[in-house]
């Protein structure tokens, strides 16, 4: 099955920290399948910014190689790779003083009744000053829009600190703050499960649904990232923004109409109903030496190459919203790296029946469950009891109703990113954060993070290769439920 492409207005794209890892894994690589895709309009640019003083060849060399390694060979053939590289051009600026921005004002000036999406592929650090020079230097103006990357702070006032920045050079409507969960193909099919069937919405709430689970697991450790994630840990990194608004879709009520502002109004509702956290509810884990994929992998503490760190690389909670939909439903949420296996799953477990008239020989009637799997292999599994098939007793087991979106379509599993970026130059907001729900997130995170500041208490270890501390079984088991690891 082939799926459907709209070719986009022309554009600029102009990619702050243009060399740095981002850049090269996932943004770069987006853009060329669009182009790929015929998707990107024969006039499109992009610009590449960075400290590093590179010719146009050298930033074309290396913006290259990331296609060669990002995007497999049958996927790029060489009248896409010739027109690509047409698009790129490169200018050296520097964030944190003037020097650069005049050529990069010259680069633009053509452009101004275009779209320009100024991308901040750069630590958090320098939104601020790029945003105050993209005033000065009047690129902000018009048709410009801006692309932020999280981490949108450390916390909330640091957040409120970027937000205001950018709110300064930029109105609020032509501000993206991305969550790439958001850009998931099964992320965007929780929306269409919900609210595009009559079957789930008359169940979706407490008084059908027993619980709800949401785990994002990894199974690589932080990789060359440990510098940065030692100052964020999985609290930060994970749960303040993918893991919250998966929340956020599963719980919200239906928004009155599929705009950027009616479905981010219906999130920061659910984020304004989350009870406030206190222990025992959640759990903190740090990853020591195990074994993933077959091989030893190091600790946490060695790939930091720190003898010492309280960042944890687990959380698990067990999350309460308040209100008449989700009262006394939990929901746990579990994320870690060097975990068991690469696994991001939501699993909705409806109310067990509240009779049985079958008897012992039967075995017991486990409860239905719905399992939206984000990856890897992106599906929807609904568990519902039959009876064994054959001439016997009446015995029964759970049997799912299988979607698998990579065999039902057929189609290649466009990565997070090109969505979004194409979204962007679309002008449409739906699945980027808005202001009010970022700090809303941190107003809730804020006080878990302070608690474990002041707590003695070190993250629980775990061997690598694990579900992670035993402690994030008994989170759940004392409330008589089960992890459902790898549920599908
Ligand atoms: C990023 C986090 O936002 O998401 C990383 O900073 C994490 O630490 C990544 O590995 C996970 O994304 P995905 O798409 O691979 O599940």
Redesign the pocket.
């Known amino acids: 099955m082939m799926s459907r492409v709209i070719l986009v207005e022309p554009f600029v794209l102009v990619v702050f920290g243009a060399t740095g890892d981002l850049s090269r894994r996932k943004l770069i690589p987006a853009m060329f399948q669009r182009d790929a895709a015929d998707q990107v309009p024969e006039a499109a640019e992009i610009i590449g910014v960075s400290r590093a003083k590179l010719s146009r060849e050298q930033f074309v060399a290396q913006a290259m190689a990331a296609v060669e390694e990002h995007v497999p060979q049958n996927e790029r053939p060489a009248i896409v790779a010739k027109r690509f590289v047409k698009r790129l051009h490169y200018v050296a600026a520097d964030a944190t003083s003037d020097s650069g921005w005049e050529d990069l004002a010259r680069e633009l000036a053509p452009f101004k009744d275009r779209a320009i999406v100024f991308y901040f592929a750069t630590g958090p650090a320098f939104y601020g000053p790029i945003c105050e020079r993209l005033g000065r230097f009047n690129l902000a103006q018009g048709n410009a829009r801006v692309v932020v990357e999280?981490p949108v702070g450390k916390d909330g006032e640091t957040a409120h600190e970027v937000n205001e920045a950018i709110s300064q050079v930029f109105p609020e409507d032509r501000v993206y703050r991305i969550d790439?969960?958001l850009g998931?193909e099964t992320v965007q099919n929780l929306m269409a499960l919900r609210f595009a069937n009559g079957l789930f919405e008359p169940l979706w709430n407490a008084a059908h649904i027993d619980h709800v689970q949401i785990t994002?697991a990894?199974s690589?450790g932080?990789e060359g990232?440990a510098g940065y994630?030692d100052t964020a840990g999985a609290l930060r990194?994970?749960v303040q923004?993918?893991m919250l608004q998966l929340l956020c879709l599963v719980a919200m009520e239906p928004p009155g109409q599929l705009s950027a502002d009616a479905v981010r109004d219906e999130k920061l509702k659910v984020l304004r109903a989350l009870k406030p956290m206190t222990a025992p509810n959640w759990v903190r884990g740090q990853y020591r030496a195990g074994a993933s994929a077959g091989g030893p992998v190091p600790g946490y503490l060695e790939e930091l190459g720190a003898k010492e760190s309280q960042t944890e690389t687990f959380v698990a909670l067990k999350v309460e919203i308040e209100n008449w939909r989700w009262a006394g439903v939990p929901f746990y949420l579990r994320t870690g790296?060097r975990l068991a296996e690469r696994v991001?799953e939501i699993v909705i477990t409806f109310r067990p029946v509240p009779h049985s008239m079958f008897g012992p020989e039967t075995g017991p009637i486990q409860p239905n469950r719905l399992v939206i799997r984000l990856?890897p292999d992106e599906g929807v599994k609904l568990w519902l009891m039959i009876k064994d098939p054959g001439p016997g007793g009446m015995r029964l087991r759970p049997v799912p109703l299988d979607m698998s979106f990579a065999s039902s379509f057929n189609v290649r599993n466009p990565d997070?990113y090109e969505r979004l970026m194409l979204d962007v130059v679309r002008g449409n907001q739906t699945l980027f954060m808005r202001r009010d729900e970022v700090e809303a997130a941190w107003a809730w995170i804020d006080p878990i993070l302070e608690s474990w500041s002041q707590s003695p208490e070190p993250p629980k270890p775990y061997t690598a290769g694990t579900w992670g501390p035993s402690a994030a079984i008994a989170l759940i088991e004392r409330d008589g439920r089960t992890w459902s690891d790898g549920g599908m």
């Open positions: 999280k790439h969960y998931k994002v990894e690589l932080v990232r994630y990194d994970m923004n993918h790296k991001s990856q997070a």
